[in-house]
């Protein structure tokens, strides 16, 4: 195998070590690129995961409310008409809506079962068709959305985490939208918040987790964009509770929130300006610590070390012996023209005179692929294969390149569609077990809906692309807290006669306000991590994923707090 070898000497600070570079290498190799991908496979397996860590979860969760029950106080109506005309409106709908909760499942088509035979085992089908859509939603935005929206990226030329954390983002995004849209407007129900908020916990630490195991190497990583989009995250999540306290959304709390996704746009828009000033600033950093460290090893004593003077360093000789071993080990780092170094292997979007290059080997989808596992998951899928397939064109081949406006737009139905049954579906297990609307959203529905985002990231994180992938997640919750959840609340508000949106649940306040802790966590972890995502990394996220959400869980089940009124 034929070695790039390049010159120690000219090689910045920041390049890889011996080992890490040696494993990028090996991972690079003709015989990783030729593995064959399944995302049916890949979709089971993060499935799987995530139902683990969910079910230990819940069992935590369950087994505290037992050892702590609280004595819950009646909310009778009584109380309710006595006060209602000495307060305002906006708290005498406050104690309205606190009175109960309206089911999600009295807003769907009646049933195919009655309550009985869904008790008796009928919600097995219920289960499998909601697991059908999951995929068929992951499906859909793999093959056909994520794609469209990756071929307008390589049009407009825009950097890498700049699409990631916009168009990829929104792309990956689109279940979360259309499942708040149900939320919103049809349903009018909290089941759409809390897979909006289970979503952003679910992405923030199960995707990182995704990223560290599935890449297959170490991930290294910026500190310009984390920074960038945490801070924009951060104050959407305090313009989140801002909202939310008082259990209402009005439409000028939710516009003034929707606006800040303009300006995090126009944040976008200067990047490069700004990438180049953070670039420069943390640049002229590590020249002061180099210069003083230099300063440092020229005050040290002199020692001699096998008869070679030398001060405090090892000298040439010594580390001659590695210099073969290195130089085959290291990898080319590339400056773009935004000055920021590259690994090896990377492309800047705008370098490839074809936008469409990176599916030229696609397989067409009904192409039956090989293996016993692969052929069974294909076999199992291709009703909606099938079914995408001769309504959505595969912008992917060259015949349809062009043609990515329409692969767009007919994937947003589809995923509509998907999302629908899948809501309706997770409503009726909900209600079959007695489990509230916003459990079930932040935890089965923020799991299903998130995973276009866990197979995104891990795709481009595998690429050495840790940046994008990166800001693919922070980007998909900035676009969840201002479009998904501020938007649509400001758009009921409007054709509503200015009514302020109900939000039956305060314990979905209490989880958007652990996001804050949670934002700072990550972000301390990968700091200390080196900047890099490995399998340590994704081990703590796992850990700490369960810790979240079962206190959240907690939260919904009135735990702690007498939060989440009875179903009506």
């Given amino acids: 195998m034929f070695h790039q070898r390049v010159n120690a000497k000219t090689m910045s600070t920041d390049d890889c070590s011996a080992v890490e570079c040696q494993k990028q290498i090996s991972t690079n190799s003709p015989h990783n690129k030729e593995r064959t991908n399944n995302p049916l496979l890949r979709h089971a397996l993060i499935l799987c995961v995530y139902l683990f860590v969910c079910l230990i979860s819940w069992f935590v969760a369950s087994t505290l409310r037992q050892i702590f029950p609280i004595a819950r106080v009646p909310r009778g109506t009584e109380l309710i008409h006595d006060v209602e005309d000495t307060l305002p409106y906006s708290s005498r709908n406050l104690l309205q809506v606190h009175n109960c909760t309206p089911k999600s499942v009295d807003e769907f088509p009646a049933d195919f079962f009655t309550e009985e035979q869904r008790k008796s085992g009928g919600v097995v089908i219920h289960i499998v068709i909601a697991l059908y859509m999951f995929c068929g939603l992951a499906y859909v935005c793999e093959i056909y959305f994520v794609p469209s929206l990756e071929v307008l990226c390589n049009l407009v030329n825009l950097q890498h985490d700049v699409a990631g954390a916009t168009l990829m983002a929104v792309g990956t995004s689109a279940p979360e939208f259309a499942a708040s849209v149900i939320g919103a407007f049809i349903t009018k129900t909290d089941i759409g918040i809390g897979t909006v908020v289970g979503s952003l916990v679910f992405n923030l630490f199960i995707i990182i987790a995704c990223c560290c195991f599935f890449a297959g190497h170490v991930v290294p990583l910026t500190w310009w964009p984390l920074v960038r989009d945490c801070t924009v995250y951060v104050i959407g999540i305090f313009g989140l509770i801002a909202v939310m306290h008082d259990n209402l959304a009005t439409w000028w709390e939710s516009g003034i929130l929707a606006f800040g996704y303009v300006i995090y746009i126009i944040i976008m828009y200067f990047n490069p300006r700004l990438s180049k000033m953070a670039n420069a600033w943390s640049e002229k950093r590590k020249q002061k610590k180099l210069a003083k460290q230099k300063e440092k090893e020229e005050k040290a004593p002199m020692i001699k070390r096998n008869g070679t003077p030398t001060y405090g360093s090892i000298p040439d000789g010594d580390a001659g012996h590695h210099s073969d071993q290195d130089e085959t080990s290291l990898t080319v780092t590339v400056v773009d023209g935004d000055g920021d170094q590259k690994p090896n292997g990377y492309v800047h ?64 139905v589809w995923i509509a569609l998907l999302a629908y049954v899948l809501v309706w579906m997770v409503a009726l297990i909900g209600d079959t077990f007695g489990i509230p609307d916003t459990v079930m959203g932040i935890t089965f529905l923020a799991a299903g809906t998130s995973i276009p985002d866990a197979m995104a990231s891990s795709l481009v994180a595998r690429d050495h692309l840790g940046d994008m992938a990166i800001s693919n997640i922070i980007g998909s919750n900035i676009f969840e807290i201002y479009i998904c959840l501020a938007l649509l609340w400001f758009i009921r508000g409007m054709i509503s006669d200015l009514e302020p949106i109900a939000i039956y649940s305060s314990g979905l306040t209490f989880t958007s306000a652990t996001l804050v802790f949670t934002v700072i966590f990550a972000f301390t972890a990968i ?28 939260y919904e089940l009135n735990v702690f707090l007498d939060v989440n009124p009875p179903p009506c």
């Fill in 527 to 554: 700091h200390l991590n080196g900047w890099k995502l490995d399998k340590k990394m994704g081990a703590l996220c796992i850990v700490t994923y369960a810790v979240v959400i079962s206190f959240s869980i907690m």
């Fill in 349 to 412: 979007p705008g370098a490839s005179h074809n936008p469409f290059e990176k599916y030229e080997s696609s397989r067409f989808v009904l192409t039956p692929p090989t293996g016993l596992i692969r052929t069974s998951m294909y076999i199992a899928g291709f009703p909606i294969i099938f079914l995408l397939c001769i309504t959505i064109p595969d912008c992917r081949f060259r015949r349809w390149h062009y043609w990515f406006p329409v692969t767009f737009v007919m994937s947003t």
